[in-house]
């Protein structure tokens, strides 16, 4: 860490407020000025005597070497000390060295930063030059817009994917989960939504992914889209510090644009390494885990973090937050989809044996649920859909049995009818991230039964 992030870090007016004090009066508090020094060092964190009455939880701190100021999160406080989480392990560090306050981190986002990726601290990765700081400067740690004062969700938009809008489709400002084990599709369905039109801003934290597919999905799945685009990268080798700050530091951004009155779509890809790098923060600073090996703060921090999406005030504009959820060998129960699941207002479920068939993206239309899908449909929209979900399910709870010649057509005309248009639907849910999104999915489902109507009318006319 060099020392060109002072910028980004609010200047500590209350301690030259009190180190000017302690001039004056001759204070023993005038060793706040040269900040506390280290006391012992572990793997994971170093401890910090003789600043423990003037930090916070989640300040930051720098801590000086002679190679430069190096940041570091403060995740406990005791009375005689604070442990802090570098934010780069490895750098050169003794008992004694100087650790002096710094405040909460910010960041200034600034519509100049679209089109570029950054890291956690918002410093360039794209080798594109430097990225500018703007005056509005936010602490990447903050609360959530007093939610009596926000404006209400009612607003659908077309994400373009298919399956999403007919079976599950979505307002501006909801926030959505997207369920799945590991090489399912998550990433690729996040770079298909993150094309959806309905958005001035896309903000994307990329966490804990290998840095290939970030860069693969940087370069060629989003495309032209990242002009209106910002990427904050923390890759897999990067410190926990880094991976628990991608996504804060996204959010701040996507906030900053909100209030400019935009429609800001922020995705997350994926929380559940963000739980896992909060989970290596605690677990290095002490704290005891309570579900699953996952301590108490990661529960409180995940919905800390997806509250803040949602709409904004009256004049401001909305964050819709698309978020992916890694599930452990695909048990859609372990503690952190669990959690997500009640704080999210929709989730959709990818499902393996889609993906073996082939059915990309493998969206399960049954058990995928916008709760906002009503204010999204019309009517007659929903009155199809819950139609067609019975066409569905009567197809698959009979498939085994029509496999083996168990069904002789003609005996239950719904199955009949399931039979017929069931594998029309799936044919055109399917989906590539090359295939353009789609404008209007229910004429797009329409079109395909009609012609597959008038094929069928045809061959009886044929036959007769
Ligand atoms: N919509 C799609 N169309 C075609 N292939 C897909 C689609 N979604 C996923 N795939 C295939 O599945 C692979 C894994 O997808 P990915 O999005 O990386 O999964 P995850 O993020 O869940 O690990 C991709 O490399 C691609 O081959
Ligand atoms: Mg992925």
């Known amino acids: 860490m060099s020392e060109q992030f002072h910028p980004q870090i609010e200047p500590n007016r209350k301690l030259s407020a009190l180190a000017g004090l302690a001039a004056r009066y001759g204070d023993p508090a005038h060793s706040v000025a040269q900040g506390g020094h280290v006391r012992t060092i572990a793997a994971g964190h170093y401890t910090v005597a003789g600043l ?26 005791e009375p005689e000390l604070a442990y802090v989480c570098p934010i780069e392990p490895g750098e050169p560090i003794a008992i004694g060295d100087t650790v002096i306050r710094k405040g909460a981190f910010r960041v200034g986002a600034t519509d100049s930063w679209c089109g570029r990726t950054i890291n956690a601290l918002g410093e360039p990765i794209d080798g594109l030059g430097p990225v500018l700081a703007g005056a509005d400067r936010r602490p990447i740690v903050t609360t ?57 801003k896309v903000v994307i934290a990329l966490v804990g992914e290998r840095g290939r597919e970030v860069r693969e999905f940087i370069e060629d799945t989003l495309g032209d889209n ?33 209030d400019q009155g935009e429609n800001v779509l922020f995705i997350a890809d994926s929380i559940t390494r963000f739980a896992l790098a909060i989970r290596e923060v605690a677990t290095a600073a002490g704290e005891a885990p309570i579900a699953r090996g996952f301590p108490a703060s990661v ?17 401001k504009g909305t964050i819709t937050a698309i978020i992916s959820i890694l599930v452990d060998g695909d048990n859609h129960n372990d503690p952190i989809a669990d959690s997500t699941r009640g704080i999210l207002d929709g989730h959709i479920v990818l499902d393996r044996t889609l993906a073996d068939e082939g059915r990309y993206p493998p969206i399960n239309p049954l058990s995928s649920i916008s709760r906002l899908a009503r204010k999204a449909w019309s009517a007659d929209q929903e009155k199809l859909v819950s139609r067609l979900k019975t066409l569905i399910h009567r197809f698959e709870e009979t498939r085994d049995l029509r496999l083996i010649g168990g069904y002789r057509a003609g005996s239950d005309a719904d199955l009949d009818m399931a039979i017929k248009q069931v594998p029309i639907l799936y044919e055109v849910l399917k989906q590539t991230p090359s295939d353009r999104p789609t404008a209007d999915a229910y004429a797009d489902l329409a079109h395909a039964l009609k012609a597959a109507n008038n094929a069928g009318n045809a061959n009886a006319r044929a036959r007769a």
Not at 299 to 315: H, N, S, V, W
């Open 226 to 258: 990242m002009a209106k685009t910002v990427a904050v990268v923390a890759t897999s080798d990067e410190s926990p510090m880094l991976r628990k700050m991608a996504p804060l530091t996204a959010m701040t951004i996507a906030e900053h644009f909100r």
């Open 144 to 200: 959530a817009p007093p939610s009596m004062g926000r404006r209400r969700v009612e607003q659908g938009f077309r994400t373009g994917v298919k399956a999403i809008d007919i079976f599950a489709p979505l307002c501006l400002g909801q926030r959505l989960g997207i369920f799945a084990g590991s090489g399912v599709g998550k990433s690729t369905l996040l770079s298909m939504l993150a094309r959806a039109d309905a958005f001035d």
């Open 299 to 315: 529960f409180t921090e995940l919905p800390k973090l997806l509250e803040r999406a949602g709409p904004g005030e009256e004049g």
């Open 52 to 77: 423990s009455k003037h930090l916070h939880l989640g300040d930051f701190v720098g801590h000086r070497s002679p190679r430069g100021l190096h940041l570091g999160e403060v995740v406990r406080v």
